[in-house]
């Protein structure tokens, strides 16, 4: 009779442990099902839009990489606040055209303010695209980007980016919390636009979106409402096709990663939730199969397997054979459900210099 307790708590960890085994699997499945949509192209005219402000690490490497696309046909944009910005410097030496922000708005970010002045500005593109300045982009992006949208069911389509650490711990921590993240890319239930490098239709915007649209401060979580709204799917490329050099220190990757995880749940509510019973789940596992390891049986180390996957997945993704990788992925974890906490409490953010307030975009 003593033992009954152990065997159905051990019993309920193999259930976990099963299933987030079965989740990755799902992923597979569904990324298998995903038709492939390489040799497609939708018809249209592409204008892709870069918002700037301030200095990047690489903005030059970024912007030549948004020029060479291997794309038959595209015009590019970048968009700064004022003559005075200082990353017209570099778009200057690259040739890049760039118009100045003018749309006003009374509660939107910097970045929506520039999306929409493109928009106002050219409005007689069919598709558009959004780029983050402080990434860098393979020169197959834009092709794959926009390929998904030949099909009428893809409202949007999205990639997520490799944070390629440049020195520091944080900077390590960063590109594994990416990784990790890329998990919430790979299935339907949880698939959000990634602001960073994003196509949609001119017509996901019609019918007063704009409007809409022009007064958000996060233009991802609008964008992905307005494809939920209209009942389409969103598209992911999970080919590694961008690229985010980041140099953190504990300070600047905690506000970053609150930042982002507070966007994402403003855009879908049911994030959170999902979130907080995937990772807790997670957390449980993780924990008790150390405790019965250690007390009980060698064996309970077995439950670990998704966990064992789930670096390997890393290293294989990274090319690196850093050692850090490890203790820093079963502590990622911890630092999910810490964001979302953090999250949910947020009624503001600071981007880049400015503080926004943080409503919902979208449920």
């Known amino acids: 009779m003593t033992d009954l307790p152990l065997i159905v708590y051990v019993s309920f960890l193999v ?7 079965l989740i990755e699997i ?47 046909s595209f015009d590019l944009v970048a968009i700064v606040d004022s003559q005075e910005d200082v990353a017209l410097e570099a778009i200057r030496e690259t040739g890049t055209t760039y118009i100045v922000s003018d749309v006003s708005c009374s509660k939107c970010s910097g970045k ?18 959004i780029a983050d300045s402080d ?11 926009t390929a998904p949208l030949a099909n009428p069911r893809n409202g949007l389509s999205t990639t997520f980016p490799v944070f390629v650490p440049v020195g520091g711990f944080w900077s390590r ?15 339907r239930i949880t698939r959000f636009g990634w602001g960073g490098s994003l196509a949609f239709r001119r017509s996901l915007i019609g019918n ?41 220190t504990a300070g600047s990757f905690f506000e970053w990663s609150n930042r982002q ?5 403003s855009g879908s509510s049911r994030l959170y939730g999902l979130g907080l019973a995937y990772y807790s789940a997670r957390l449980l596992l993780f924990l008790s199969s150390i405790l019965l390891t250690v007390f009980v049986s060698p064996v309970s180390l077995l439950l670990l397997f998704p966990y064992a996957t789930g670096i ?15 203790p820093i992925f079963l502590s990622t974890d911890v630092l999910y459900i810490a964001n979302l906490l953090k999250a949910k409490r947020m009624k503001k953010i600071v981007w880049r210099g400015r503080e926004y307030s943080l409503g919902s975009e979208g449920n």
């Open 15 to 21: 259930l976990i442990s099963a299933g987030l085994f």
């Open 26 to 72: 799902v992923k597979k499945l569904e990324r298998r099902s995903t038709p492939d949509s390489a040799g497609s192209m939708p018809e249209g005219r592409v204008l892709v839009m870069v918002p700037c402000r301030g200095e990047d690490i690489t903005l030059r490497e970024n912007l030549l990489s948004l020029k060479n696309q291997d794309h038959p």
């Open 112 to 129: 929506v303010r520039a999306l929409s002045s493109a928009i106002h500005r050219f409005p007689d593109y069919d598709i558009y695209v």
């Open 135 to 145: 990434a860098t982009f393979s020169g197959e992006w834009l092709r794959a980007l």
């Open 173 to 187: 921590v960063k590109m594994v919390w990416g990784f990790v993240g890329n998990s919430m890319m790979e299935s």
């Open 208 to 248: 007063g979106n704009l409007d809409l649209f022009s007064e958000s401060v996060s233009d991802d979580s609008a964008l992905t409402h307005f494809s939920s709204n209209a009942g389409l799917d969103i598209a992911y490329c999970d080919r590694e096709l961008v690229t985010v050099k980041s140099r953190e």
């Open 261 to 265: 995880t507070a966007l994402a749940i």
């Open 312 to 326: 390997a997945r890393i290293y294989r993704r990274s090319g690196s054979r850093d050692p850090a990788i490890i």
